[in-house]
């Protein structure tokens, strides 16, 4: 089956303690990217990859960082998180040249 | 990219044909108009995509006037299941990122 699948699905941390997110699509896509989704903000992007190697920042990347070693992952790094981090987040992806991003289950991230 | 509006939120009773109209003054010749669905607890998904006239398919038509400034979902006879968040997205030809505003919260009632 096609998916984006996202680990974990829920996570309590407290600040400071770094943590990963792993996104990961079986649909051969080369575009991925990562939104966070805040009560009466909608979705903003932090960070988006083309391809392998090659990432962006998006609209609100500060406090964050990804990587893209393989086509398949491209996991969300919060090195120092704050609780102004806590945020339900998405991971997306899609073919180069569409608009069709297919999105992963979420992660709701809490930050005391 | 150009700027969409959507009212903030509707009810609609169970079995109408529900309307949702998403303003973008602005658009410009290359862009297209798509709608993505968000269930509650879940990621958003497409649900349709135009560029001029009418636009059908299983889950929802796609209304777009000769000027292209504003475009209208229509969804026939809404059940529970359709409440929902739709999001109005004004996406540039070929472009893959995409610009969320806040949507329009979709509410069925019984």
């Known amino acids: 089956e096609a998916q984006v699948t996202q680990n974990p699905r829920y996570l309590i941390t407290v600040t400071g303690k770094k943590l990963t997110v792993t996104c990961s699509q079986n649909?051969?896509?080369?575009?991925m990217s990562w939104y966070r989704q805040d009560p009466g903000l909608g979705l903003r992007q932090i960070y988006y990859?083309?391809?392998?190697?090659?990432?962006d920042k998006g609209d609100v990347p500060e406090g964050y960082k990804v990587s893209r070693k393989e086509k398949r992952n491209f996991p969300l790094i919060l090195e120092s998180p704050s609780p102004n981090q806590t945020s339900l987040y998405f991971c997306?992806?899609?073919?180069?040249?569409?608009?069709?991003?297919?999105f992963g289950p979420g992660t709701r991230l809490t930050v005391l | 990219l150009a700027k969409t509006t959507q009212p903030i939120s509707m009810d609609s009773y169970e079995g109408q044909e529900v309307n949702i109209t998403c303003s973008h003054n602005?658009?410009?010749?290359?862009?297209?108009i798509t709608w993505y669905q968000q269930f509650p607890s879940q990621g958003p998904r497409f649900i349709i995509q135009?560029?001029?006239t009418k636009v059908t398919n299983e889950v929802a038509s796609l209304f777009i006037p000769a000027d292209r400034k504003s475009s209208t979902l229509s969804l026939p006879r809404v059940s529970l299941s359709d409440t929902a968040v739709y999001y109005c997205?004004?996406?540039?030809?070929?472009?893959?990122?995409?610009?969320f505003g806040t949507g329009t919260r979709l509410t069925v009632i019984p």
């Open positions: 997306a992806s899609s073919l180069i040249g569409t608009d069709t991003q297919y």
């Open positions: 649909m051969n896509h080369e575009y």
């Open positions: 990859s083309m391809n392998v190697e090659v990432t």
């Open positions: 602005n658009i410009a010749t290359n862009d297209y």
């Open positions: 135009g560029y001029k």
């Open positions: 997205l004004v996406v540039l030809t070929g472009a893959n990122n995409l610009f």
